[in-house]
């Protein structure tokens, strides 16, 4: 099945056609490490976060995450996009073990990760908490979100929904100030030619998750898209596959994909681990075409097939 996976993928350049092809996974939440979970986390958010993975480790398998990167290794993307949720506790043993996981994809400059609220359990709101894990959150030195990487044509602008939240809350915040560099990274005259994917964790849409797993300044968020435009956005965190859109200027629509957990099995509340291959082709002066296969778990085979395939625009 992977040769006929590869060959409607196949990749192919002349003078005047540009493909640029993105894998989407998210929430693979890593098993934890032993030590992952100390004696000073009894007194932390950890130990609900805790008694919740026993309920959800029996869903949330390696091999079937394994499965899945063997798959997207196959199809070779010239960059992957994981929207967040490494970890479980964020406990620093998890932290580095994700860290060596994302060293395992590839070279660092052609993965980005946008963190999850899992990934940001407790602890400090500093802008170097995610330090470990620099290289795979933009190019740079600027440690401020969003992050951004401009490759063949295409602006990758990292968002980070990730905080820190009260005890059965997972919610997510981007700030006013973050959200004010977003509306100058998207007005910036500089980026206005590229095709721009915005990575988020927490979904940009009203109603796709609960409202204690909601992004609190989602209105503002979508009104500066509405304003300055953006080509397609990416979350996780739902562990569903969501294909929507949100209102851009002058009444386009800007679609918005999640993708289930990459590590489900699919015997819980959820889907099955899914990725998705997103392949933005441009054609000189033709309107850009954004290809998408759905990749995931054949029930039957536990392998890896096509689940299906649609074309955004
Ligand atoms: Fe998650
Ligand atoms: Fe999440």
Redesign the pocket.
């Known amino acids: 099945m992977i040769s006929s996976f590869a060959s409607f993928m196949a990749k192919k350049r002349d003078s005047d056609l540009s493909i640029f092809r993105i894998a989407h996974l998210s ?1 693979p939440h890593l098993p934890p490490p032993p030590g992952a979970f100390g004696w000073r986390d009894i007194v932390s958010k950890r130990l609900l976060s805790r008694i919740a993975w026993r309920r959800k480790q029996k869903e949330h398998q390696p091999w079937v995450l394994a499965a899945l990167i063997a798959d997207i290794k196959a199809y070779a993307p010239d960059h992957i996009a994981i929207t ?2 490494l970890t479980n506790f964020a406990s620093a043993v998890e932290i580095e073990a994700a860290r060596q996981w994302l060293s395992g994809l590839g070279a660092t400059d052609s993965v980005t990760l946008s963190p ?3 990934d940001a359990l407790v602890g400090a709101r500093t802008p170097d908490r995610f330090a470990v894990w620099s290289a795979w959150l933009g190019d740079g030195d600027d440690i401020a979100f969003p992050r951004l990487r401009i490759r063949d044509g295409v602006a990758i602008i990292n968002l980070c929904s990730a905080i820190p939240t009260a005890p059965h809350l ?1 919610t997510g915040r981007l700030g006013d100030a973050q959200l004010a560099r977003l509306e100058a990274l998207l007005a910036d005259p500089a980026h206005r030619d590229l095709f721009r994917v915005v990575l988020i ?1 927490h979904p940009p849409l009203q109603g796709a998750v609960s409202r204690r797993k909601s992004l609190e300044d989602l209105d503002a968020l979508r009104a500066i898209l509405t304003r300055q435009s953006a080509d397609l956005v990416l979350h ?2 739902a562990h569903e596959s969501l294909v929507a859109a949100l209102p851009g200027p002058s009444g386009l629509a800007i679609p918005v994909l999640g993708v289930p957990s990459a590590s489900a099995l699919g015997k819980g509340n959820h889907p099955a681990a899914r990725w998705h291959a997103i392949e933005i082709t441009r054609t000189g002066s033709a309107p850009v075409s954004v290809r998408v296969v759905a990749r995931g778990l054949d029930p039957e085979t536990g392998q890896p097939a096509e689940l299906g395939r649609y074309v955004l625009a």
Do not use: F, P, Q, V
């Open positions: 929430d967040g949720d999850g609220n899992h997972a964790h996780g965190h």
